[in-house]
């Protein structure tokens, strides 16, 4: 059986990839980090995530992003609100936190090569995304190549692949995919600015693309939504 | 002035680069790693050489690699030893941390991005050392070539650098330049396997080529040895 190393935050699009990468037969070892986020919630739902689909192992790692910060989600900027609701903003946000995915991938290629796993999986997706540079097609090539040139495993012939079997994907295509696969998107964390019993937001980015995907996926929407639940 | 991030561990190597880095006219922020190495002494050492060269700042980061394992300088493989004498050996040493140096760039890219420093120094070398992959020229223009694809500012047209000065040098030229430069290497620890007292064990592959080093320079080893003060 062959074994891959996956990206796993407990967010929508990871646990898609989870289940992707365990359909196609792969022995999952699942890989999440605690990097200060506000959104750290994603995490205890990550664990159980992991627990239902079924994966080798999963390892948390705590890294030290806050010590560099730059980022709204480990620092003190404030997430944006309504932000995509207001115009097509090419910009990138202040939610990006400089070299996260190179740092993730550094981590997984590094446990990847121990385990002998020269596949890794990442969610990232250039369509419905919130306009970070390392969630390019382009990153993700020029990543690869370097991956193949930094290893004792590269070097000795194996070619480590990274995997996006979402990057071409909308958000309403990965729900649809993730429902076929028997993903249940009620575990699944997304926002950025969640309350401290972990209800979304529904303003940040990462909320409303997630809304809009279930929305256009014509998937009644799970989500435990803070407005919602006052509401109630 | 211009910033630089330098990779810093204390060692000969990265301690030459420092100084280069900082005769060059860079505003030097210096970063470390406490990544569960056996000489974990450097970074005593790294504290008192960046006080000595003056540097900008400096951190020093705590990095789980040893939950990742495969390395026998994180985990309980022994260093080998009078390994470079035997033979010349071109396979990759136990001694080799899978992905060490591309985390340890990620993070630096990351900081440096926080920073808006643009040049990132690395102390590698690919004559005197111990064959490792990402020691090597065409692996660091690998990463430099990912890192403007990763990063906002790479994408807004700001160009990081990786810069290599030791990497076409020999280790006595090393110990030269960095002699003109007014280094202590008195401070410097490069040893594998030092004792609790950060003593040189002498005989791992990074105390070879060090000796190796300062026989061919001409230059007193000021290292101390394990067996030296025994016999003392």
């Given at each position: 059986m062959k074994k891959a190393v996956i990206l796993f935050s407990g967010g929508l699009d990871s646990t898609t990839t989870?289940?992707?990468?365990?359909?196609?037969?792969?022995?999952?070892?699942?890989?999440?980090?605690?990097?200060?986020?506000?959104?750290?919630?994603?995490?205890?739902?990550?664990?159980?995530?992991?627990?239902?689909?079924?994966?080798?192992?999963?390892?948390?790692?705590?890294?030290?992003?806050?010590?560099?910060?730059?980022?709204?989600?480990?620092?003190?900027?404030?997430?944006?609100?309504?932000?995509?609701?207001?115009?097509?903003?090419?910009?990138?946000?202040?939610?990006?936190?400089?070299?996260?995915?190179?740092?993730?991938?550094?981590?997984?290629?590094?446990?990847?090569?121990?385990?002998?796993?020269?596949?890794?999986?990442?969610?990232?997706?250039?369509?419905?995304?919130?306009?970070?540079?390392?969630?390019?097609?382009?990153?993700?090539?020029?990543?690869?190549?370097?991956?193949?040139?930094?290893?004792?495993?590269?070097?000795?012939?194996?070619?480590?692949?990274?995997?996006?079997?979402?990057?071409?994907?909308?958000?309403?295509?990965?729900?649809?995919?993730?429902?076929?696969?028997?993903?249940?998107?009620?575990?699944?964390?997304?926002?950025?600015d969640p309350d401290e019993r972990g209800r979304a937001c529904g303003h940040c980015d990462s909320c409303l693309l997630?809304?809009?995907?279930?929305?256009?996926?014509?998937?009644?929407?799970?989500?435990?939504?803070?407005?919602?639940?006052?509401?109630?």
């Amino acid at each position: 059986m062959k074994k891959a190393v996956i990206l796993f935050s407990g967010g929508l699009d990871s646990t898609t990839t989870l289940a992707i990468a365990k359909a196609q037969g792969f022995q999952c070892h699942a890989i999440s980090f605690r990097y200060g986020q506000r959104h750290h919630h994603e995490i205890t739902m990550a664990r159980e995530i992991a627990g239902q689909i079924g994966v080798k192992n999963h390892i948390i790692l705590d890294i030290p992003l806050t010590e560099i910060g730059g980022s709204a989600l480990t620092g003190k900027i404030a997430v944006p609100k309504n932000r995509l609701k207001q115009k097509q903003d090419q910009t990138v946000p202040v939610t990006y936190v400089p070299a996260r995915n190179t740092i993730f991938l550094a981590y997984a290629l590094a446990w990847a090569e121990t385990l002998n796993a020269f596949d890794l999986f990442i969610g990232v997706n250039a369509l419905d995304y919130s306009g970070y540079p390392d969630c390019r097609p382009e990153y993700i090539e020029a990543f690869e190549y370097m991956a193949n040139l930094a290893t004792k495993a590269g070097v000795e012939g194996k070619n480590f692949s990274v995997r996006t079997p979402l990057i071409h994907m909308t958000k309403a295509q990965i729900i649809q995919k993730g429902m076929t696969l028997g993903v249940d998107y009620r575990l699944t964390h997304s926002c950025y600015d969640p309350d401290e019993r972990g209800r979304a937001c529904g303003h940040c980015d990462s909320c409303l693309l997630r809304k809009k995907g279930f929305r256009e996926a014509g998937v009644p929407d799970p989500t435990r939504y803070i407005e919602d639940q006052q509401a109630v």
